[in-house]
């Protein structure tokens, strides 16, 4: 069983900054493929950041240019840095694979983002 655990969320004014941490354990503790997401009652859970079958670090438009996501091997983490936060940026956060047969859901970590 792989066990996904989110972290470091919290609440943070208009323009700060949070890295949230994805820590991957179990059976399967590679962190190949792993991304994150958000989701929050105005829309559906949405895949934010994530690599590229090449390597490249891919982001939904609204968040390109203030987020950058990376893999920590001391923690077995993928990590997400998120600068100038916006309140639309306000989400439940979840980490997963990016694509095929998902991990179990963590309990996510709650962003709060305040004008």
């Known amino acids: 069983q792989v066990q996904l655990v989110e972290s470091g969320g919290g609440s943070v004014q208009a323009g700060g900054s949070l890295r949230l941490s994805c820590e991957v354990s179990?059976?399967?503790?590679?962190?190949?493929?792993i991304g994150w997401y958000r989701q929050d009652p105005r829309r559906s859970r949405e895949l934010v950041a994530r690599?590229?079958?090449?390597?490249?670090?891919i982001f939904v438009e609204d968040v390109r240019g203030r987020f950058a996501i990376f893999k920590d091997h001391v923690k077995n983490s993928v990590d997400l840095q998120m600068n100038n936060l916006r309140p639309e940026d306000t989400a439940v956060y979840f980490c997963?694979?990016?694509?095929?047969?998902?991990?179990?859901w963590g309990r996510g970590t709650q962003v709060t983002v305040s004008s």
């Open positions: 997963n694979r990016d694509s095929g047969v998902l991990y179990p």
């Open positions: 179990g059976s399967a503790s590679g962190l190949d493929g």
């Open positions: 690599w590229s079958i090449l390597g490249d670090p």
